[in-house]
């Protein structure tokens, strides 16, 4: 069992930066691949940024890389996602998660190889 509590959300100006947290707990920290997804009113879920157990294999969705840095800290079982010039359209409630069932090694970019969500925490981004 792994749970998953996002906090850091807000709301922030187009440029603006924000940095989501998601605090760990139950099965050791460490032992597997965690995510970060999306979802905006009535848009689907998306995916974001994923590490892997190390966090040394890293991958990022398109409309976010080089703006968004995803780290994890073993010492403290918390996952990060550091978000930088921010825009409008990265508005959206974001999940983070955990995948336990499939290797720890890989990283996942499909929601349905996570098995842990979060709640959720609403990032707003005005124009």
């Known amino acids: 069992q792994v749970q998953l509590v996002e906090s850091g959300g807000g709301l922030v100006q187009a440029g603006g930066s924000l940095r989501l947290h998601c605090a760990a707990s139950?099965?050791?920290?460490?032992?597997?691949?965690m995510g970060w997804f999306r979802q905006a009113p009535g848009k689907e879920r998306e995916f974001v940024a994923a590490l892997n157990w190390s966090g040394q294999s890293l991958t990022y969705a398109d409309s976010v890389k080089g703006r968004f840095t995803i780290s994890r800290d073993s010492a403290d079982n918390t996952m990060y996602l550091q978000m930088n010039s921010l825009k409008p359209e990265d508005t959206a409630v974001y999940y983070c998660a955990a995948a336990t069932i499939y290797g720890s090694y890989y990283v996942y970019t499909e929601a349905d190889r996570y098995n842990y969500w979060g709640q959720g925490t609403q990032v707003t981004v005005s124009s």
């Open positions: 139950g099965r050791t920290f460490g032992q597997y691949c």
